[in-house]
């Protein structure tokens, strides 16, 4: 069973994690399935722990779900062949809420009062403890840990007539992000939530509809590109077509902008800007802001690698690959002992000495969160003969946590909390170490900085800015809560 990031740069476990991706088709002529599993391929690098998919044939809901990657679960004709029908949603987990556990594993799945009810969710509710408390009491009994079920319950208790009421009303009590794909037998409900915090987008194959966290994910399917689900927008799609409705007041949006600095795979359109070419601006954007005497400009790979490019392209560097990873290594096996536990590391990377022996390096990357990668690097590269090194970070230093669907460590282990930048300068062993403003990131995304009383995109885990309340969070002071009030959605 593999459960490994495909994506992934870190040598220790050393990134922030995203919690999944989600993708969901309606109107695929028997293949549905099969389609969700293809882009649940392309969404792989999102989560990494669980994926699951489940059908709907028009009479019955089918599901599978198995921990490890899509590959091994969902490349078999039989368990294809037991996901029949036309419309299907799928998941692909890594956990910031619940334990790693199959019950965990998405999409959930109850049947309701008006029948199935299946949901794929991508981000994270931060009244989730609260609301379940309040539902265990009114009597309802939950099957996971996860901040998901919580929509489930919601939906099932609440007092309107109609599914689409109910689940309105549902959305309507949760705070934090959710981009959510659920499949019903009356259709297939699509939204964002009214800050627009995870990313969402819609596409079109033949006359099926699919819906995606991602637009690579549309491109491996062959699926023409449509537009982005805008933040506070639910879209339903039945047998009857296709409509779109905003049922929240309208709140300036607050997009996660750590999808463009890390999350997002380089090949994707993220809210309209190419991923590639913002995190290749932001690499020239340090350049500019933190330029350094220097022979080579190193990625650390593979996510170091755009910024790289842009820095190379600004300074007049030379861009070299000084660090050779290995396509092949899943999980470092865990041996006893330091030494053998360091040589398993050099199963993932490996310094290209003959490039560096002598050589004054910088070395970029998207991020240093509890530094341990970013020690290991600098000292590979000393070992190999570097002069000096370095080190150029492409996004502001991460000092508070995430509530909103990534996987952050406290903050007492964030090391840009804990220390200056030149106290980990000192940490890492490098010879200079800097980070990109927040106004010189908010740059390469195409604005003239950040506005400070209406920042365009959620940026807490750099300013400690929440955009919501986070109700579970005891330490934590709330914000006044958005009004999301809005009309009923007529029957």
């Not at 740069?9 to 993708?23: A, M, V, Y």
């Not at 709907?56 to 037991?82: E, L, Q, S, Y």
């Not at 409705?245 to 309208?250: D, G, K, L, N, V």
């Amino acid at each position: 069973m593999i459960i490994t990031n495909p994506f992934d740069s870190d040598l220790n476990g050393d990134k922030l994690r995203e919690e999944c991706g989600i993708f969901g088709i309606w109107g695929a002529d028997g293949t549905a399935a099969a389609m969700v599993a293809l882009g649940l391929h392309a969404l792989q690098h999102r989560g990494q722990e669980a994926a699951g998919i489940t059908s709907w044939d028009g009479a019955m809901f089918h599901t599978h779900r198995a921990m490890g990657h899509v590959a091994g679960n969902f490349d078999r004709d039989d368990v294809i062949r037991a996901l029949p029908g036309d419309a299907a949603c799928g998941h692909v987990r890594y956990s910031t809420t619940g334990e790693t556990a199959l019950r965990n594993v998405q999409p959930l799945f109850a049947e309701l009062y008006s029948g199935g009810f299946a949901v794929s969710h991508n981000g994270n509710i931060s009244n989730a403890a609260k609301l379940r408390n309040e539902l265990v009491r009114r009597g309802s009994i939950f099957q996971s840990t996860s901040d998901t079920e919580t929509i489930i319950h919601l939906v099932a208790m609440s007092s309107y007539r109609t599914l689409l009421d109910r689940f309105i009303d549902a959305l309507k009590q949760l705070e934090g992000a959710y981009s959510l794909v659920c499949m019903t037998p009356e259709g297939m409900l699509i939204c964002r939530d009214p800050l627009g915090i995870r990313p969402l987008v819609m596409g079109r194959l033949g006359e099926s509809y699919i819906f995606a966290s991602e637009t690579v994910a549309l491109d491996v399917c062959g699926a023409e590109f449509i537009r982005h689900i805008d933040p506070g927008e639910l879209v339903i799609v039945s047998d009857k077509g296709l409509r779109s409705i905003r049922p929240f007041a309208e709140v300036p949006p607050r997009p996660c902008v750590f999808e463009h600095v890390y999350f997002s795979r380089p090949d994707s359109i993220v809210d309209g800007s190419s991923v590639y070419s913002v995190r290749k601006a932001i690499g020239a954007q340090l350049a500019i802001e933190d330029p350094v005497e220097a022979d080579i400009v190193i990625p650390v790979p593979d996510s170091g690698v755009p910024a790289a490019i842009g820095y190379a392209q600004q300074s007049g560097i030379p861009f070299e690959l000084g660090i050779i990873r290995s396509h092949y290594v899943g999980r470092t096996f865990i041996q006893p002992g330091d030494k053998v536990r360091h040589l398993g590391v050099k199963l993932k990377h490996n310094a290209n000495r003959a490039l560096i022996k002598g050589k004054r390096i910088i070395l970029i990357d998207d991020s240093i969160v509890r530094g341990t990668t970013s020690v290991k690097i600098v000292q590979m590269m000393r070992d190999a003969g570097a002069t000096e090194v370095h080190m150029r970070i492409a996004s502001p230093p991460t000092r508070h946590s995430c509530y909103y669907g990534v996987d952050t460590p406290e903050r007492a282990k964030l090391l840009a909390a804990q220390m200056t930048v030149q106290e980990m300068a000192r940490h890492i062993d490098a010879d200079s170490l800097a980070f990109v403003s927040v106004d010189g990131m908010y740059k390469a995304l195409g604005e003239s900085g950040r506005k400070e009383s209406c920042p365009q995109y959620c940026d807490a885990c750099f300013t400690g800015d929440y955009p919501t309340r986070l109700t579970d969070q005891e330490d934590v002071a709330p914000a006044d809560q958005l009004s999301l009030l809005a009309e009923r959605v007529p029957a």
